[in-house]
């Protein structure tokens, strides 16, 4: 078992800028690929971001060169730094954990419980 929590959301204005934080514990961090996730309400949860155990990452489009995920396998926390932020970007955001790099929701074994976070235009 992993267990994962996500802390750093808040409201913030557009073009501001968030830091993520999710702490795991349980199994060995770095082993798990981590991905970041977001759900706005009446829309599906969508992939954000992902970095696999030797720091290789994915992201969705619409967040290249406004969002970095890290992670520190010492701490055993991922970090998702979100910058130049749109009010596109409200949602509640997931920290997930997996044995393989995927975008899909379902590959992922472990979940947080969220963190909301809302841009005001």
């Known amino acids: 078992q992993v267990q994962l929590v996500e802390s750093g959301g808040g409201l913030v204005q557009a073009g501001g800028s968030l830091r993520l934080s999710c702490a795991a514990s349980?199994?060995?961090?770095?082993?798990?690929?981590m991905g970041w996730f977001r759900q706005a309400p009446g829309t599906e949860r969508e992939f954000v971001a992902s970095i696999t155990w030797g720091s290789s990452t994915i992201y969705l489009d619409s967040v290249k060169g406004r969002f970095t995920i890290t992670r520190n396998n010492v701490k055993s926390t991922v970090y998702l730094q979100m910058n130049s932020l749109k009010p596109e970007d409200t949602a509640v955001y997931y920290c997930?954990?997996?044995?393989?790099?995927?975008?899909?929701?379902?590959?992922?074994?472990?979940w947080g419980q969220g963190t909301q976070v809302t841009v005001s235009s």
């Open positions: 349980g199994r060995t961090f770095s082993r798990y690929v």
């Open positions: 997930a954990a997996a044995e393989f790099p995927s975008k899909a929701v379902g590959h992922y074994d472990y």
